[in-house]
């Protein structure tokens, strides 16, 4: 049976996470073409998760490597807080974590 893979949005260390950030200032729904604008989103798979690190408008050509810097950076952030001890689960698509609760 083939793996379901769930999209997450990078969240930076500080909560914030810049592509659904990015997405909620547009005033209309964003796609990989609206009108004349196209964009790009840069992800990268972790086992069942795609996360979606990076989003751009995008011109001719390729994609500028400052674009894949940015990209690369945030992988890095994000697989250095995926393996630390203990390890924070990533939440559901659009929603930050929830504070815990000490007992």
């Known amino acids: 049976m083939p793996r379901i893979l769930i999209a997450k949005f990078y969240r930076a260390a500080d909560g914030s996470q810049p592509v659904d950030d990015f997405i909620a200032k547009q005033k209309v729904p964003v796609r990989?073409?609206?009108?004349?604008?196209l964009f790009r989103i840069l992800y990268r798979r972790?086992?069942?998760?795609?996360?979606?690190?990076?989003?751009?408008?995008?011109?001719?050509?390729?994609?500028?490597?400052?674009?894949?810097?940015?990209?690369?950076?945030r992988w890095s952030d994000?697989?250095?807080?995926?393996?630390?001890?203990?390890?924070?689960?990533?939440?559901?698509?659009?929603?930050?974590?929830?504070?815990r609760r000490r007992l």
């Open 32 to 37: 990989a073409h609206y009108g004349n604008t």
């Open 46 to 73: 972790s086992e069942q998760f795609v996360v979606l690190l990076h989003i751009f408008e995008k011109h001719d050509g390729p994609v500028p490597d400052v674009e894949k810097q940015v990209a690369r950076l």
């Open 78 to 99: 994000f697989q250095k807080r995926m393996d630390a001890e203990p390890r924070k689960q990533p939440t559901p698509i659009g929603r930050k974590a929830p504070p």
